[in-house]
């Protein structure tokens, strides 16, 4: 495929991803990378970012990266630099150029179990691949990496991947990852690889949840709260692509507050956005409240279910800035919903206050009128005054 023909796509592209180009980049930006990093871009770079400069798509947030954001992100001692990412550099795919040869080079993703892995000469083959699966799905950019791996390292082991598999378990159970999804995952290395272990086949071949369950519980793992967090980073995945609500968010939280091994800061958290669940919030309280619920979950951004080799640095990195967190904060911490909630109930008593007045008012309004009905007109008066009065202090506050 040229990289006219995949132009040719972008231009025709009405799939599921969302896509959006940008303007084409100016002679003068081109150059300002080359200049930056000492290099000459490839033929087909340049065609294509003469075309658009990057481009984004809604599905999985990924972003073909703008010159300008390239020339922004140079660091001396790299050779090489991100070409597209996703979820604001959650993972990248980078270009290698020979300095020789500009036309020479490579794309590449690295691994966190293998490292550096090459997935092609060609960007325009990178951008056939990312339409065709977007970052996730069969036939996309992960897929591929993982078909590449599977030839250069062998099969799988599921004896290796554990955490993985974990992972998907505590998901399955809280619908936060569905059957078809970890189907798909074992079908595509039952493809991709030569001899895939019969673990993976029978993964495919479960016929309901309860047995894949069983299927994945046949792979003995210690349970840890590493994989929770890494759940939540799934969380806020989904939280970020509207996959789910911030109310199917809180009920995850709900099902896992009592785990004792969740650090003080996150359990401080936890309860305080599960607390009174059923409670009925103004809409003004109920979007600060869900804001708060996708901050909680943003702590948990760099999981995901691609990076299990990175889990455990991911959450040592994790522990310690919560436990930083707990100093600065100290002992009289209270969670930004629990003051939400607290005006929240004041603002319900000054209303009943409110409405209590009101039939004051119009009782006494009767009364006066029952005894004597000349005075009406000037105790009616009069009592709008105090009445509207008291409903500008209510509206201050």
Same mark, same amino acid.
């Given at each position: 495929?040229?990289?006219?023909?995949?132009? /040719?796509? +972008?231009?025709?592209?009405?799939?599921?991803?969302? +896509?959006? #180009?940008?303007?084409?980049? =100016?002679? $003068? +930006?081109?150059?300002?990378?080359?200049?930056?990093?000492?290099?000459?871009?490839?033929? *087909?770079?340049?065609?294509?970012?003469?075309?658009? *400069?990057?481009?984004?798509?809604?599905?999985?947030?990924? /972003?073909?990266?703008?010159?300008? *954001?390239?020339? $922004?992100?140079?660091?001396s001692y790299d050779k090489h630099f991100e070409i597209a990412e996703y979820m604001i550099y959650c993972d990248m795919w980078e270009l290698e150029v020979n300095p020789g040869d500009p036309n020479d080079y490579a794309i590449f993703n690295v691994d966190g179990e293998k490292g550096k892995i090459i997935l092609t000469k060609s960007l325009a083959e990178f951008i056939a691949r990312f339409l065709e699966g977007g970052v996730f799905e069969t036939g996309g950019l992960y897929a591929w990496r993982d078909e590449i791996k599977a030839k250069l390292y062998g099969n799988t082991d599921p004896e290796k991947i554990k955490p993985l598999l974990a992972v998907f378990r505590e998901g399955l159970k809280l619908g936060l990852i569905s059957k078809q999804e970890i189907v798909l995952w074992a079908d595509w290395i039952i493809s991709t690889e030569e001899k895939p272990d019969y673990f993976?086949? $029978?993964i495919s071949l479960s016929h309901d949840v309860n047995e894949l369950l069983t299927v994945l519980n =046949?792979?003995?793992?210690? $349970?840890?709260?590493?994989? #929770? !967090?890494? #759940?939540?980073?799934?969380?806020?995945?989904? %939280? %970020?692509?509207?996959?789910?609500?911030? *109310?199917?968010?809180?009920?995850? %939280?709900?099902?896992?507050?009592?785990? =004792?091994?969740?650090? !003080?800061y996150e359990k401080i958290e936890m309860y305080s956005l599960t607390d009174y669940f059923d409670e009925e919030l103004g809409e003004k309280v109920q979007r600060k409240l869900d804001q708060q619920v996708k901050d909680f979950f943003e702590n948990y951004a760099q999981f995901n279910l691609y990076n299990y080799k990175n889990w455990y640095r991911i959450n040592a990195v994790l522990v310690k800035r919560f436990e930083i967190k707990e100093l600065e904060q100290g002992f009289n911490y209270h969670p930004p919903y629990k003051t939400l909630k607290s005006k929240s109930r004041k603002l319900d008593k000054r209303k009943l206050k409110l409405v209590i007045g009101l039939f004051v008012l119009v009782a006494i309004l009767s009364i006066i009128y029952y005894f004597d009905p000349t005075m009406l007109p000037t105790a009616a008066i009069i009592f709008s005054i105090i009445f509207i009065r008291d409903y500008s202090r209510f509206r201050r506050r």
């Open positions: 495929m040229t990289i006219h023909e995949a132009i /040719n796509l +972008l231009k025709l592209y009405n799939g599921p991803l969302g +896509l959006t #180009l940008h303007a084409g980049a =100016s002679e $003068e +930006l081109i150059k300002k990378v080359e200049s930056t990093y000492n290099i000459t871009l490839p033929d *087909d770079f340049k065609t294509f970012y003469r075309f658009t *400069d990057g481009f984004e798509t809604v599905e999985d947030i990924f /972003n073909m990266t703008p010159l300008a *954001d390239i020339a $922004e992100r140079y660091k993976f086949i $029978e =046949s792979i003995d793992v210690t $349970e840890d709260i590493l994989h #929770l !967090r890494v #759940l939540f980073g799934v969380v806020y995945t989904q %939280l %970020l692509i509207n996959k789910i609500t911030t *109310d199917k968010a809180r009920v995850v %939280l709900d099902k896992l507050v009592y785990r =004792s091994e969740f650090t !003080r």
